[in-house]
């Protein structure tokens, strides 16, 4: 398993990167991240238009991607991307945006793993603060925080 930047160059553990390729996220990363949208507000809500959602998210993806600040999680090279997340650095925090895992994968730990490695690029980074907001809609997300799931 790694858990890596998805980043060119050097990363932990020996582990394998990849360049994000210019302004336009890679497909299966793009993929990942619209399926993290299934009940956003901007597919479940009809104010807003069709195709919002869409383009937010891969607009948030690239930003994430240029920043340098998205964690694939990737059981080896060969194999696919099965989950991401996006870090954003606001002030003092770091704050989590979109947290994806690939619908086939779910249920296995992956989530985890990468909330861990989002908290441990936090301390690397020395933020002081991991920051989560999600829509009390999004009952399963709510009850994974509430749960203290996460490793602080």
Sequence with gaps: MHLRPHLAGPTPAG???RAAGGPVAPPDLTALAL?????SRFRTDSTFAPGKLEQLYTQWLAKALAD??????????SQVVQGLLTLEKQGEELT???VAVD?????QGIWQALLAGAYREAQAAGFWALRVTTQGAKQ???????QGALPW
């Design 68 to 77: 340098g600040q998205v964690l694939v999680y990737q059981p080896s090279a």
């Design 103 to 107: 619908a086939q994968w779910r249920r």
């Design 140 to 146: 399963a997300a709510c009850r994974f925080y509430e």
């Design 15 to 17: 582990a394998r990167s």
């Design 35 to 39: 399926q993290s949208g299934a009940y």
């Design 96 to 98: 989590i945006g979109l």
